[in-house]
């Protein structure tokens, strides 16, 4: 078990309310979709992106306030191509509302709110190299605690940004997205998703 670090919220949650290591599909909308196709197998959620755009797939569980976490990596994965977690997705039926927290294959993160036509930018595209651990086939934990209008992001148990005044969607449901069109077949390689719901 590798060691927190101190900003980890990991550290003092204790145990998680809802935990999936992707043993199997049953969390997931499973298959082949226009943006993405999903796959099971050896203990990961494996998506690969089908178009140049950003596409993502959700879970069922639907949250307000909480710390969101997963671990994931890329095997193919090129300078900006992108991953990470999508959360308070008001309507999961469309899934086309809700904000994004990513991380590039060049050790950049931001977070950007979809509003269904508009990609908005919360946090630019910022360099983090000491954080992220950057190029493919490596891990990286994307956490987020979302309390109210309050994000504040982590990356490998670091604390990298606090975004206030986030009040367009305050609860909704989460997943996995992926974009890029470095990579031949971007793709992207979660090994477990877990939340704490906060009171």
């Known amino acids: ?3 927190l670090a101190e ?8 145990e998680p309310d809802w935990v999936d ?21 050896d203990g990961f959620l494996k998506m690969v992106a089908e178009t140049d755009l950003d596409g993502w797939r959700l879970s069922w569980p639907y949250l307000g306030d909480f710390y969101l976490e997963a671990k994931m990596k890329s095997p ?10 999508m959360f308070r997705v008001p309507a999961n039926s469309n899934a086309n509302k809700g904000y994004l927290f990513g991380i590039s294959c060049d050790g950049k993160y931001n977070l950007r709110r979809w509003d269904g036509q508009v990609m908005y930018t919360a946090v630019e595209w910022s360099q983090h190299d000491a954080v992220i651990n950057t190029g493919e086939d490596v891990f990286n934990t994307l956490g987020v605690m979302a309390k109210g209008d309050m994000l504040t992001l982590y990356i490998n148990g670091e604390q990298v940004a606090i975004v206030g005044g986030e ?3 305050l609860e909704g449901s989460f997943g996995i997205f992926i974009g890029g069109t470095n990579a031949e077949e971007p793709e992207v390689w979660v090994d477990y998703v877990r939340y ?3 009171e």
């Open 1 to 3: 078990t590798p060691t």
């Open 7 to 14: 900003s980890d919220p990991a550290r003092t949650l204790g």
């Open 21 to 41: 290591n992707m043993e199997n599909g049953d969390n997931w909308a499973t298959g082949y979709s226009d943006y993405t196709d999903i796959d099971f197998e």
């Open 76 to 85: 193919e994965c090129e300078g900006d191509d992108h991953f990470g977690l």
């Open 167 to 169: 009040s367009d969607y």
């Open 196 to 198: 704490w719901i906060i």
